[in-house]
């Protein structure tokens, strides 16, 4: 079992930077790739962003260019946000699917943090 605990968050003006992390508790062995995703009011949950133990790294196209998303420790995922705009604000969730002996189990048993609040105003 893992647990995922996000920090950071809050607010940011347009323009400006924020950086989320979150640390794993629990049995490393059975995650490999950590995520990012957002869910802005009235939408769809989006992936932001993975990256991998190796610390291959992968971004949604609309934050490629401004986020950087960094496996500080192998319990631990970061994810810096510059060049924030409103359409930035959600409440960001870490992820991380189950991992066993090679294979990633189905997305219901992904692990989930609580999430955090990513307001983006002037």
């Known amino acids: 079992q893992v647990v995922l605990g996000e920090l950071g968050g809050g607010l940011a003006q347009p323009g400006g930077s924020l950086r989320l992390s979150c640390k794993a508790t629990?049995?490393?062995?059975?995650?490999?790739?950590m995520r990012w995703y957002r869910q802005g009011a009235g939408k769809e949950r989006e992936l932001v962003a993975s990256v991998t133990k190796d610390g291959t790294a992968n971004y949604a196209e609309s934050v490629k260019t401004r986020f950087t998303i960094s496996r500080d420790a192998e319990d631990t995922v970061s994810l810096q946000m510059d060049d924030l705009s409103p359409e930035d604000t959600a409440v960001y969730y870490c992820?991380?699917?189950?991992?066993?002996?090679?294979?990633?189990?189905?997305?219901?048993?992904?692990?989930w943090g609580h999430g955090t609040q990513v307001t983006v105003s002037s």
């Open positions: 992820n991380a699917p189950h991992f066993f002996r090679g294979t990633y189990y189905p997305p219901e048993y992904d692990y």
């Open positions: 629990g049995t490393m062995w059975s995650i490999n790739v």
